[in-house]
Each structure stands twice: as C-alpha cells, then as structure tokens.
C-alpha cells in the first residue's frame, strides 16, 4: 500500500485554515495515523485511528476520511504548527507505511 | 515521563557492522511494543523493524530483512538493532519509538535519533 501526501509544501499564514490530503493506494479503512515534525527533532503523533486527538495535542488538529481518502486540518494555524506533517498506514501486523510529507510553511 | 534514548550510531565502512540501542524509562518497557524507523532526507521516513513486548515475534522492512536483528532485553529496558552487511544507502537518522501497547499500530513516543552513517 502506497500512500500519498498533498501538497508536498504549503505556505500559509497565522490563523489560516490549511487541509493536507493523504490518498491510499488501497482501502485502509481508518488505520491512518498522522505525525508532525519539526527540524531537528523526532516525530510527534497528532491523530490515530484518521480522527481521534492524541492526548495533549490542540484542538485546531482534526483527521477526518475512511477509505482511501483521508485529511488533516489545522483551524487556525499558530506559529508552532510550521513543521512537516506525515501519514502512516498500519495493518494488524507490520509493515508501517508511510507517506511522503507535507511541510507547512509560513507565508 | 516517556523516554527513550538511542546510542551507538556513527561511521561505518560499507560491508560493516553496527549496534544501535535504545534505553527506555518512564513506562513499563516489558509490555509495549517497539519499532526501529529511520529516515533520509532523500526517502523520508521508512520503518525499519518491529517487535513484540516479550521479544518473540520480529518483523523487518524488505530493505533490511536478512542483514538486520532486532532485540529488547526487557530486564534491562533496552531495545536493540544489529545491523549487518551495511551498505551506503542504510545511511540515516535511526529513531527507536514505542507503540501504544502490545500492538504495532501506532507509534506512540519516538527517541531523538542516532545517525548512522555509512561510507568508506
């Protein structure tokens, strides 16, 4: 299963809403993850299981989609929040699949 | 807290070995599952190994099945990843991660990373 991410990069403003699409190659039902990143440090998780928060993460992130479609959301976007943003497909056993990332960039 | 906190990285000669290991604490090592994933600028992020919280079931990347091992000494709260047979494009940021439970779904917590670089 291959998955791909869109845009590969965003520029976008404080308080922006921005959406970054993640497409699987296959149906995957809901067994996508989202992870953000910033240079130099490892990934964070944000959304398991396509739309359920990650304890301590804000509100403004919301994972939304089923299928093969699926959809990270950022309501306004503050200045911690430019970073690079991944999806990861699971299955009941490995592999993990990742996909390509998105990097939020500020206008 | 969650930490984890790999070592060994470094240079190595193409056809070389390398362990890298992880130290964990904060949480009940022994009954989680863990991960080796790696990453390059050029491919990203690329999960590497997985295994299960007693050590018993292993799973491995294609690009690596064969040439590496992973391990845990649960005693020890320590992870481990042998390398073998290295080769040039192993070369990578190396992060060891928890996943949230027996299950290798999601990757809960991530170490900061070891490099490991592969070049004559």
Request: aromatic content about 12%.
């Amino acid at each position: 299963i291959r998955l791909t991410q869109s845009p590969s990069s965003l520029s976008a403003s404080v308080g922006d809403k921005v959406s970054l699409t993640c497409q699987a190659s296959q149906y995957i039902t809901n067994f996508l993850n989202w992870y953000q990143q910033k240079p130099g440090k490892a990934p964070r998780l944000l959304i398991f299981d396509a739309s359920h928060l990650q304890t301590g993460v804000p509100s403004r992130f919301s994972g939304s989609g089923s299928g093969t479609d699926f959809t990270l959301t950022i309501t306004g976007l503050q200045p911690e929040d430019f970073a690079t943003y991944f999806c990861q497909h699971y299955d009941y056993v490995p592999p993990l699949t990742f996909g390509g990332g998105t990097k939020v960039e500020i206008k | 807290e969650v930490q984890l906190v790999e070592s060994g990285g470094g240079l190595v000669q193409p056809g070389g070995s390398l362990r890298v290991s992880c130290a964990a604490s904060g949480f009940s090592f022994g009954t989680y599952a863990m991960s080796w994933v790696r990453q390059t600028p050029e491919k990203g992020l690329e999960w590497v190994a997985s295994i299960g919280h007693g050590g018993d079931h292993t799973y491995y990347g294609d690009s690596v099945k064969g040439r590496f091992t992973i391990s845990r000494d649960n005693s020890r709260s320590t992870l481990y990843l042998q390398m073998d047979s290295l080769r040039a494009d192993d070369t990578a940021v190396y992060y060891c991660a928890q996943h949230s439970g027996t299950d290798m779904i999601v990757l809960w917590s991530w170490g900061q990373g070891t490099l490991v670089i592969v070049s004559s």
